[in-house]
């Protein structure tokens, strides 16, 4: 009990600015009691405002009050140091392993509550109160306590290291610097000290303002996460619609050929049923007509069969005049098979389909803090390599598709598509099943006059013989034309001479999220011939214009 009364005391005679025991304390008009030192320290930075508060309660005084020794608590503290100060730290204050120690005491050493960097000691309470009542010590620097103090002693020559040496970045002592660092660029401790906390300041500042950037960076990508989990939901959502009515389009057609087999199913049994009982009804009739005719057959009296022949061996009308003709064993089968070509042409039309739905799907790409560099090998570009196969209903009507819609050569006369709005009506054009996106590499091979290989957005005009449906001469659509001597590249109506190695082979890769289009000549090697760098807003669809000249042929080449 004796022990937590010495706390109490302690903490009661404690300054709430320092929290140590009152060093020449003072009371001011609130009843509120600091260290000299203390609160005269607090009210110099408050001399601009020309009001001073108590730093507990915040009361405040004009004028600056004038601060008088308060005796009797001096005397009262002076006692606690002597009794209970001492019996608080005999059980309280002993340094333990982690502690620093008091440099002065001896036996058993107690807690250092200061180091002082010029005397380069720890002082435990008792042997610092010197520091606070003598003059001799009022420039000292007192310090939390710390256990690295020999640090600041010169090794060579046992002098306190209070200059640094710029030119080799180290703590010196005087002597260092009129010896061995001797001519180099020195200054005070303080003074590198003030110049590395204006440096610190600025960067503080610097780090400061990349959390502020980070903050932006990191609000930025939530809005993406929130936009990106907004843009998969619905478009779960809506896949799933498509496909419920897709589905539901599928069931209705099966249960309409279900009902028309039905129909007609019930119509031709209906038929031959009442065929057929008419016919057992006319067998019924022959069979009674074969009876009577048998039995007058055996009559013995001449003239009664004379009498009855000619009413008896007249015969009724057929039921059905003609013999019956079964056609051959093929009543719904040809339904059957009609059914399952539909099948197979779905699975081609899913298969096709899925393929650019699944790269849809995996080229969503919303980070782009590190863009991939382009390949600088083909092997590397076959990386990103795509089959491309055209479109049939974007293929204008001179043109002819083969080899599964890769290949296109220009006829003489007209190929029999059906009407289409996608159908190049002028130019002899076609675009690619597939939309691009992401990055993709292909390759085009071509015989004859020459070609354009493009990339297009696909609301490109296809009506008339105007630049807006003509590759390269309109803002939807880039164009490389390649001719027996030379290569040219065309956007938006502008030519671009373009110089390179003749070849009948074409690269062409695209990353699209980059805006990079670039076209190269392929043959033994890879030769860039131009490149785009642009921002591409919707997805693009590879396109080509077959030739001039009948017999002119360009084809997607395979890669994989």
């Not at 309280?92 to 058993?108: I, Q, S």
């Not at 020195?186 to 440096?199: D, L, P």
């Amino acid at each position: 009990m004796a022990q937590k009364g010495v706390q109490l005391n302690r903490k009661t005679f404690s300054c709430s600015i320092c929290l140590d025991l009152l060093k020449v304390p003072v009371t001011i008009h609130c009843g509120h009691s600091y260290c000299l030192n203390c609160i005269k320290t607090h009210w110099d930075k408050e001399d601009e405002k020309r009001l001073y508060s108590c730093p507990q309660c915040r009361q405040t005084f004009t004028p600056r009050p004038v601060l008088l020794k308060n005796t009797m608590l001096a005397g009262l503290v002076e006692q606690l140091k002597k009794t209970g100060l001492q019996a608080a730290t005999a059980d309280h204050c002993y340094a333990g392993p982690e502690d620093v120690v008091c440099d002065y005491c001896t036996g058993r050493k107690l807690k250092a509550v200061k180091s002082c960097l010029v005397c380069l000691v720890s002082y435990c309470e008792k042997h610092l109160q010197p520091h606070y009542e003598s003059p001799a010590f009022k420039k000292h620097k007192l310090v939390e306590p710390s256990k690295n103090l020999q640090e600041n002693i010169c090794s060579h020559h046992d002098e306190v290291m209070k200059m640094f040496c710029c030119t080799d970045q180290q703590f010196i002592c005087y002597l260092c610097s009129v010896d061995e660092h001797k001519g180099h660029d020195t200054v005070s401790a303080e003074a590198e000290r003030t110049e590395r906390q204006r440096e610190l300041k600025g960067s503080r500042q610097q780090i400061q303002q990349r959390i502020q950037d980070r903050d932006k960076d990191v609000k930025v990508l939530q809005q993406e996460v929130e936009a990106l989990n907004r843009s998969a939901e619905k478009t779960v959502e809506d896949s799933e619609k498509i496909f419920t009515e897709l589905i539901r389009l599928i069931e209705k057609r099966s249960s309409e050929v279900k009902q028309q087999i039905r129909s007609q199913q019930e119509t031709e049994v209906s038929q031959v049923k009442e065929l057929q009982e008419k016919l057992e009804q006319e067998i019924t009739e022959l069979k009674r007509k074969d009876a009577e005719l048998e039995q007058l057959s055996h009559t013995e009296d001449h003239n009664q069969f004379l009498h009855n022949y000619p009413s008896l061996s007249q015969l009724s009308e057929s039921t059905h005049t003609s013999s019956i003709n079964i056609r051959p064993l093929r009543y719904f089968e040809d339904v059957t098979a009609a059914v399952s070509e539909l099948r197979d042409q779905l699975q081609d039309i899913l298969r096709e389909t899925w393929t650019n739905i699944s790269s849809l799907v995996t080229q969503v790409d919303v980070l782009l803090l590190d863009p991939q560099p382009e390949p600088k090998t083909r092997a590397g570009f076959l990386k990103y390599s795509r089959e491309i196969t055209l479109d049939p209903n974007t293929a204008n009507e001179y043109l002819l598709l083969s080899e599964g819609n890769r290949k296109v050569t220009v006829m003489s006369q007209k190929q029999s598509y059906s009407h289409h709005p996608d159908r190049f009506i002028h130019w002899f054009q076609v675009l690619s099943r597939e939309s691009l996106t992401g990055r993709s590499y292909w390759e085009v091979e071509w015989r004859g006059t020459g070609v354009n290989v493009a990339v297009t957005y696909k609301n490109i005009s296809r009506d008339g013989s105007g630049d807006k449906c003509d590759f390269g001469l309109n803002d939807k659509s880039w164009a490389l034309s390649c001719y027996q001597n030379n290569f040219t590249f065309w956007f938006n109506n502008i030519e671009t001479p373009v110089s390179g190695p003749q070849s009948s082979r074409i690269g062409v890769y695209l990353d699209h999220r980059a805006g990079i289009l670039s076209f190269y000549s392929v043959s033994e090697t890879m030769t860039l011939l131009h490149r785009v760098q642009t921002t591409f807003t919707q997805p693009l669809h590879a396109g080509l214009y077959a030739g001039f000249e009948d017999g002119d042929t360009v084809k997607f080449c395979k890669l994989n």
